[in-house]
């Protein structure tokens, strides 16, 4: 059984950055495609970021672009979210997960789910 390990969330103000991590546990696993979620309180999990492991082409939910970027380290098997100038309206418990991955922001498109990290920002 796969199992993700998510760390990096937190507390930060406005404007502010986090990078979330994301690596598979127990032994190593290629999924073709890695992405991170989010769910805020009362609102359904949605797609924020993923990449295709296979050439690394990256997709986005409109509401981060030119904010986030989701990137890999495969010598590391790690999967990174970085979020720069952040927004309260970011604040969500935030989910990798790995899978086929299509389409990329379908959350039944993918297998395993980490546990959640939470991003709290400010205002």
């Known amino acids: 059984q796969v199992q993700l390990v998510e760390s990096g969330g937190g507390s930060v103000q406005a404007g502010g950055s986090l990078r979330l991590s994301c690596a598979p546990s127990?032994?190593?696993?290629?999924?073709?495609?890695m992405a991170w979620f989010r769910q805020a309180p009362g609102k359904e999990r949605e797609g924020v970021a993923a990449i295709y492991t296979s050439d690394s082409s990256t997709s986005y939910a409109d509401s981060v672009k030119g904010r986030f970027t989701i990137s890999q380290d495969n010598a590391k098997n790690t999967v990174y979210l970085q979020m720069n100038s952040l927004k309260p309206e970011d604040t969500a418990m935030y989910y990798c997960a790995a899978g086929r991955g299509l389409p990329w922001w379908l959350r039944y498109a993918y297998n395993y789910w980490g546990q959640g990290t939470q991003v709290t920002v400010s205002s």
């Open positions: 127990g032994y190593t696993y290629s999924p073709n495609c």
